[in-house]
């Protein structure tokens, strides 16, 4: 079974909810005019991916090497010899510590996952017939629930925004100013940004920094925004564009900001009230569909609680619906469909709706 489109119609996010909502095993691949990346769900579940611009092992060589736990010799050695063996990693490195493999390629597997999110344009085929490669093999990690993925996503939307603000392309390279007091804790400079002050030499650009960083992508961004605001950095320079770079240009960030689902609302549940995170979490437990306001004169006499419970079941639907649509071309003629196709966790997620499908589509209204 193969299915493909393009992410402007049927966005990343909208795919993720479907592997995870129907437990699909099998390879999504996704190709952009500046990237391109491939996971592996089993189960609905992600166990692997593979970015062409940084592999796994290349990614998790690269850490262990500024972590100074293995030489560079050593560890290509160890991943030829995996190729041709098909033995992990973890058997084939000698004198190493095997205990930071997993964890380090589990990161690889999140911050891939998330680079994607910030795409807004490209091209995805999903495809039950192709197995992960052999690399797969070299570093075994558990699955990555996929939902769990979904709602990280959803936290981490903010501060992307405000990151790309302040650094507005990958390409840039930044050097340190000199001659600035030393570092003063107490003013937010911490581990990380004492870690990355080490790799801005003037030659490595945003996203080499980001691959030889010890911290994930976002939180190595936050920190080059933080010693450039406090003026111990300064651009010197922007490397020419090359394929696999991630960072967006000044002229797409608003875009993909919005090309998110769901994302503003998410926001305001979080600020609005603890209570209500925790029951818009517990309700993402049964399968995460995002969020995303309507306006119904009915809603309007609800608590805040209850309302954004409403929205959020009330989307939950529509994107159902959405997906039933797009695998057989016409919508259900009633909600219990989307039930016994698998698409809705239970009943008390329609309790109250009235749905009319239409020539034109359907009418969905909540109690």
């Known amino acids: 079974m193969s299915l493909s489109g393009s992410l402007l119609d049927f966005n990343f996010t909208d795919i993720l909810q479907l592997v995870k909502m129907q437990r699909k ?51 290509r050695r160890a991943v030829d010899e995996q190729r041709r063996s098909g033995r992990p990693l973890a058997d084939l490195l000698v004198g190493v510590d095997p205990e930071p493999l997993a964890p380090l390629a589990t990161e690889y597997l999140r911050e891939s996952v998330f680079g994607v999110f910030r795409w807004i344009e490209g091209d995805y085929t999903f495809d039950t017939e192709i197995p992960p490669p052999p690399e797969a093999n070299a570093i075994p990690v558990p699955p990555i629930d996929t939902g769990d993925l979904l709602m990280e996503a959803a936290q981490r939307a903010e501060a992307w925004a405000v990151v790309d603000g302040e650094i507005p392309s990958w390409r840039l390279i930044f050097a340190p100013t000199g001659g600035v007091a030393p570092p003063d804790p107490g003013d937010g400079y911490g581990p990380a940004e004492a870690h990355v002050l080490g790799l801005l030499d003037g030659r490595r650009d945003v996203q080499d920094v980001v691959g030889w960083s010890r911290h994930g992508a976002l939180e190595t961004l936050q920190a080059i925004a933080f010693l450039k605001a406090a003026g111990r950095i300064v651009a010197v320079g922007e490397r020419a564009s090359r394929a696999g770079t991630q960072g967006p240009s000044r002229k797409r960030k608003a875009a993909q900001v919005k090309r ?31 969020f995303q306001s309507y306006t119904h004169e009915g809603l309007k006499a609800l608590s805040p609680l209850a309302r954004s419970t409403a929205n959020y079941r009330e989307h939950q639907v529509r994107q159902a619906l959405e997906v039933y649509h797009l695998v057989h071309g016409a919508y259900p003629d009633r909600l219990d469909v989307l039930l016994s196709t698998g698409l809705l966790a239970g009943p008390a997620v329609t309790a109250g709706m009235r749905y009319v499908p239409t020539p034109q589509g359907f009418t969905l209204h909540v109690g």
């Open 25 to 75: 095993t099998g390879c999504l691949a996704l190709r952009s005019r500046e990237a391109t990346a491939a996971f592996w769900f089993e189960d609905g579940n992600l166990i692997f991916a593979h970015d062409d611009a940084r592999p796994m092992t290349s990614a998790v060589g690269r850490r262990l090497g500024a972590d100074g736990l293995v030489g560079e010799a050593a560890w």
């Open 260 to 290: 998110i689902q769901g994302l503003p609302v998410w926001r305001v549940a979080w600020r609005t009230s603890v209570v209500a995170l925790g029951c818009t979490a517990l309700v993402a437990g049964v399968g995460w569909m995002g």
